[in-house]
């Protein structure tokens, strides 16, 4: 079996959120399709560990934010690359709400969705969401999850359903080579993110950006970078 084929499946990039007990959760998620159109119905992926799964469980709902090429990455590294659990994640990420539940304000369009069904996995519920309510925002373009992996150079984590093992093994090795404080670490490999797997590939010597440099997709200093 050639796993690699999946990689040529579509999806886009999307914030999933619910209300949860104090305050707003969500996460990011491709796994998200339309399965009918009357009653419009979209189907939802959402990991057994992510904090929004036990919000959605518990409040019935769930809103689906549809992020574009022009949605600030930081979004993606806010929501995808910690827990609601340990964080308040909306603090950073400014909202609407619909239906009580935050929308992510630079997405280019929102469905809010009512549970009517669910599909368990041994990871993942597959949620069965009714669109109650749903809008364009702006006349952005969708972000695809090709143009994240391809373009952003994001990577995704294991709670993922599309989550492959070279992702992590790129990240992996990279956190166990050397650090980056080394004067004379001018190799030709890339720099890449050890905790997000972003890879740096901007006109500047990566030795050279200042110490200010953050990961543009999870935030995470220079020193967080690896060479490999
Ligand atoms: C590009 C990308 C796609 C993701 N897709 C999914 C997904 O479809 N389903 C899922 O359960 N988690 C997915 N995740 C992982 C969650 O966003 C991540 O585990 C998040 O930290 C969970 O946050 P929470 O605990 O606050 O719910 C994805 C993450 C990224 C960066």
Known sequence: MNKKVLRNLSYGVYAVSALGENRMSGCIANSIMQITSSPATLAVSMNHDNYTHGCIEKSGMFAVSILSEKTDPNIISQLGFQSSRDVDKFMNVP???????????????????????????????????????????????????????NIIKGKSPKNAPTYQPEDLDTVDSASSDSSITSSNSSGNGKWVCSICGYVYDGDIPFEELPDTFVCPICKQGKDKFKQR
């Not at 280019?108 to 597959?126: A, W």
């Open 95 to 149: 909202f609407i709400t619909k239906h009580n539940i935050a929308v992510v304000d630079d997405a280019c369009g929102y469905l809010v969705c009512k549970v009517i069904d669910k599909m368990e996995t041994n990871t993942h519920t597959v949620f069965l969401g009714k669109i109650i309510d749903c809008d364009m925002l702006n006349q952005e373009t969708p972000m695809t999850y090709a143009y994240y992996h």
